[in-house]
């Protein structure tokens, strides 16, 4: 598979590193190139320097042939744009994207994203081994129902 | 009317005054919260509210769900475009209004249904651009003594004189457009006529009043 990841923070840097692994072609694309360490010194990760909003810059890293995107930088504003560009301007099929802000997340759910939200699903697998309850699948954690009333 | 603008910079501080000056009920919404309090002093409390707009916990607060109008003005594309679009799709605001900083970006917000987006690039580039066309001016001769000047222009497809009848055209006093040459056939121009893209106009000018038809031409389209 080709893919494309933008943020080569902790979550965009494992990603990069597990799919690079498993014999995936792996883009990342990084604002700081000091953060790059990340990636260690014998991947096969390919880099693009650069804004990852920059239409020039989602091209120049393969967004047109990926076979998925990750948005992965920590502004949930950044991901959001991203992931909807990819969506719409180069058609890519499997988009993703984290977004820390619980009713962010919900409300780009609605408009057909795939946002992953790491607080809610921290917090749903807190609940559940404190109150002994079975560990459920991860999609089940991810919307923090208690967080939707406005 | 309710107006909420976003991101109190140089655009929104600037925005907020004339708004509040032509009586609206504004709200300024500001993420830092130093400049947040310097903005209340010089706007008046009642209009500055210091938060992040994209924060929906904000925007309940904000009253983004009676807005008429929210304007996002920050120099960030994508704060920009996410307050946008929570204001269109959570709280339903009928006109919401983005500045765009990276010109290749107006497509984009476009395409993600935020039709009326500003760049400044874009606008400064399309004066100046209309600047150079309508440098094309041409003086092709004389009449009356020097009284008059006979020029001709050719439309580009940024000219403010398209799609209009010559009749309702804001044209310098005394100034005339006689002649039209619409690919090879040329003929005379009336008040009914609709100048196209690629129309070479001959005109008659007033001695003076040519270079008012360089600014005529050279006004921004809309």
């Known amino acids: 598979m080709r893919l494309v990841i933008l943020g080569c923070g902790r979550a965009g840097s494992s990603l990069a590193l597990q799919m690079a692994a498993r014999g995936h072609n792996v883009t990342i694309i990084e604002r700081n190139p000091d953060v ?23 091209e120049q890293a393969g967004a047109a042939e990926a076979d998925a995107f990750f948005a992965l930088t ?10 909807q560009i990819v969506q719409r301007n180069f058609g890519v099929k499997k988009v993703a994207l984290k977004a ?14 795939f946002v992953i939200n790491a607080s809610a699903i921290i917090a749903g697998m807190c609940r559940d081994w404190v109150l002994d309850e079975p560990i459920r699948p991860t ?6 129902v208690e967080e939707m009333e406005l | 009317m309710y107006i909420i603008l976003m991101g109190g910079g140089n655009v929104g501080t600037q925005l907020a005054k004339r708004f509040i000056a032509q009586k609206h009920e504004v709200l300024l919404l500001e993420k830092d919260s130093t400049h947040a309090r310097k903005l209340a002093a010089l706007l008046g409390e009642q209009h ?29 594309d994508e704060d920009n475009l996410i307050a946008c679009q929570l204001a269109k799709s959570i709280w339903k605001v009928k006109r919401v209004v983005a500045r765009v900083n990276d010109p290749s970006h107006e497509q984009v917000f476009r395409d993600l249904g935020i039709d009326d987006c500003v760049s400044a690039t874009s606008i400064i580039f399309n004066l100046l651009d209309q600047q150079v066309s309508s440098d094309l001016v041409i ?21 403010p004189l398209l799609g ?41 000018v007033p001695l003076g009043e ?13």
Request: glycine share 12%; net charge negative; with cysteine.
């Open chain 1, 36 to 58: 790059l360490r990340r990636l260690g010194s014998h991947t096969h990760v390919n880099v693009v320097l650069g804004n990852g909003l920059d239409l020039d810059v989602l």
């Open chain 1, 74 to 83: 920590r502004g949930d504003n950044t991901n959001l744009m991203a992931a």
């Open chain 1, 100 to 113: 820390a802000d619980p009713l962010r997340a919900d409300a780009f759910r609605r408009l057909g994203l």
């Open chain 1, 139 to 144: 999609g089940e954690y991810n919307i923090l």
């Open chain 2, 48 to 76: 500055v509210v210091h938060g992040d707009g994209c924060d929906i916990r904000i925007q309940k607060a904000a009253g983004f769900n009676r807005a008429e109008v929210v304007v996002a003005v920050t120099g960030e």
């Open chain 2, 139 to 159: 003086p092709v001769g004389a009449l009356h003594k020097g009284g008059m000047e006979v020029v001709e222009s050719t439309l580009s497809g940024l000219s």
């Open chain 2, 164 to 204: 209009v009848k010559v009749r309702d055209l804001a044209l310098p006093p005394g100034t005339f457009l006689v002649y039209l040459l619409r690919g090879t056939a040329g003929g005379p121009i009336d008040g009914e006529t609709v100048l196209q893209e690629g129309d070479m106009v001959v005109a008659l």
């Open chain 2, 210 to 222: 040519a270079e008012n038809l360089r600014q005529v031409l050279a006004t921004a389209p809309r």
